[in-house]
Nanobody
Framework: QLQASGGGLVQAGGSLRVSCAAPGRTFSSYKMGWFRQAPGKEREFVAAISWSGGSTYYADSVKGRFTISRDNAENTVYLQMSSLKPEDTADYYC??????????????????WGQGTLVTVSS
């Protein structure tokens, strides 16, 4: 129900935007999040956005470099990534939740998930 796209190979210091679309279903009432998972590591929270887009939340590791946004008319959520580092290399997943703000960093509280899109940052 969620389709992530836009991953690819980018050099360190570069930028990339990944997208998450929800064809056939509206998620305008859901908070949306991005998570990532590197090989051999647990899935970690990256960013989240309120249903209106008025509030955003970031992991400390990406704050100031990544920007999450959403277009409810297009049923799409974006993650703009800048100043990318090799340690940002991972599969990036989008997800939808109705949980409260305190639960946004917990992947177990997300109901819908997209497939991952691979982001590889070369040094």
């Amino acid at each position: 129900q969620l389709q992530a796209s836009g991953g690819g190979l980018v050099q360190a210091g570069g930028s990339l935007r990944v997208s998450c679309a929800a064809p056939g279903r509206t998620f305008s009432s859901y908070k949306m999040g991005w998570f990532r998972q590197a090989p051999g590591k647990e899935r970690e929270f990256v960013a989240a956005i309120s249903w209106s887009g008025g509030s955003t939340y970031y992991a400390d590791s990406v704050k100031g470099r990544f920007t999450i946004s959403r277009d409810n008319a297009e049923n799409t959520v974006y993650l703009q990534m800048s100043s990318l580092k090799p340690e940002d290399t991972a599969d990036y997943y989008c997800a939808a939740t109705l949980t409260v703000v305190s639960g946004l960093r917990n992947p177990l509280l997300y109901k819908y998930w997209g497939q991952g899109t691979l982001v590889t940052v070369s040094s």
